[in-house]
């Protein structure tokens, strides 16, 4: 796909663009392209999306953890289609959801940006409060520069874990990983000696 020009798109007319290597967001009516991983973004979109999807698999009705699923929401009154890096939505949530090639319609429970080097918190935090006002949950920022995970919620301020600091939190029930356990096994904290093998056979659900 050329780049589109900057001209007012529809949610039908975005969602009609031809699939091509780069991602775009709809963000007020322009197709904005989104930044391409790195290899620290992407060992942490497939550490992360393993811890998701093994503690997913342990729910007595298991949701859906996604990679870069889109999302048809509104921002400030307007069409807006965000491309988080994972998200999970819960059965609940996925019945109303048909099983079709296309956006997610519904908020999810939860979405997960990752910093990546031409980003910076500031912006990302901005994007994380339009999330929780179009009626997400929750939203995890990853900053892999200072091994941290901030976690915004829509009636309290936002909390940055670090090390071993839980990830526990009622709306994903059970779900018990730390900051610690994902920079870890996203080979970003480097291991010596026993502590290979200790991580290897560590459950974090």
Known sequence: MQTPTKQTLTLTEFLALPNEDITY????????????PKRFHS??????????NEWNQ?????GEVGIEW????????KDWCPVPDLLY???ERLQSVPFEDT??????ELVIEII????????LSEKA?????????????IDSKVKKVTVFYPDSPPQTKSNDDNLADDTLPNLTITPQQIFTLAGLVPLRGSQKSKVKSQKYY
């Open 25 to 36: 967001e709809l963000v007020e009516g322009e197709a904005v392209p989104k930044m391409s």
């Open 43 to 52: 060992r942490l979109t497939a550490t992360l999306f393993l811890l998701l």
């Open 58 to 62: 342990t729910q007595k009705s298991q």
């Open 70 to 77: 889109a999302i048809t929401l509104k921002r400030k009154g």
């Open 89 to 91: 939505i819960s059965h």
């Open 103 to 108: 956006a997610c319609t519904i908020p999810p």
């Open 116 to 123: 990546s080097p031409d980003q910076c918190f500031s912006n």
């Open 129 to 141: 409060v339009d999330y929780l006002n179009a009626g997400v949950n929750r939203v995890w920022i």
